[in-house]
């Protein structure tokens, strides 16, 4: 688990295009992150925009893991929620490049997304990812809690239906 170098992404042409690239790659191999395949590459490149947009305005915090000059993997830190819940964040998006799974880099993006969860003031994580996904079992080995599974909630990009399950983490305990 070395080599990699973890940091928020400011909003940049470079940046946008490898987090499109990589969620076009995710997508084409089956990850379950809110699009289907065949992804256009404009449409990822436009979620990405809004994505920063987002990040620009204090909403969201979009990590990166660099090998070098290359994005190995992604996840983001949505800290806006509702009024009555402050302290909270969600986790969205977590991706790693083919290349570079199994080296944990996916673990590394959440101990980082973790840690700046706490600077801001959230000790409450959520996420949701889909139930046959290999990021299960990396959830489950960083003491991420099940909530429970919604059977046949989403599609997955080749249009098969999925189980959906939730997870919270209590940082305060951590």
């Not at 997508?27 to 379950?32: F, N």
């Not at 919604?150 to 098969?160: E, W």
Request: hydrophobic residues 45%; glycine residues 8%.
């Amino acid at each position: 688990m070395t080599g990699f170098e973890i940091k928020p992404l400011p909003y940049d042409n470079r940046h946008i295009a490898q987090l499109r690239d990589l969620l076009v790659e995710t997508v084409a191999s089956g990850g379950s992150v809110s699009f289907m395949h065949p992804l256009e590459p404009e449409t990822a490149e436009a979620f990405w925009q809004g994505a920063m947009n987002s990040a620009q305005n204090g909403e969201r915090i979009i990590l990166g893991a660099f090998d070098g000059e290359k994005l190995a993997g992604t996840v983001s830190l949505v800290l806006v929620q509702t009024a009555n819940q402050p302290h909270r964040a969600e986790i969205s998006k977590l991706m790693t490049s083919v290349s570079c799974r199994g080296r944990g880099v996916a673990t590394l993006l959440m101990q980082a997304a973790e840690a700046l969860a706490l600077q801001h003031g959230r000790t409450h994580l959520m996420l949701d990812t889909a139930s046959d996904s290999l990021a299960v079992s990396v959830y489950e080995r960083l003491g991420f809690k099940r909530v429970g599974e919604v059977p046949d909630f989403a599609l997955d990009p080749f249009g098969t239906l999925t189980g959906t399950i939730y997870f919270w983490k209590d940082l305060k305990s951590v």
